[in-house]
């Protein structure tokens, strides 16, 4: 799954413990089924989020995206906003 050669992310590159730390656990995504699909570079499908930013919970559906920053990568969070 994650070592596969033609994913442009490992799991292991991902700071499990700083997304953890704002409400996103890679435990989370995998049983979802969407760790793949954020390993490969692709958004996700909408998932619901509960985060924590500066003491504020934040509770919002959107799309995860891990894109490169320099040599890491860096998980982009696109709200979804809900239909009229």
Known sequence: METNNN???KAEDVNWDELSGIGIRKDDLEHSGELDTLLS???TN???LSLILL???VVMDATLQ???KGD???LEITGIQPAA
Do not use: C, E, Q
Request: hydrophobic content about 40%; aromatic content about 6%; charged content about 15%.
């Open 46 to 48: 909408v998932i619901p």
């Open 66 to 68: 891990l894109v490169r």
């Open 41 to 43: 570079g692709n958004k």
């Open 55 to 57: 003491g504020v919970d």
């Open 7 to 9: 994913t442009p992310f």
């Open 72 to 74: 890491s990568p860096l």
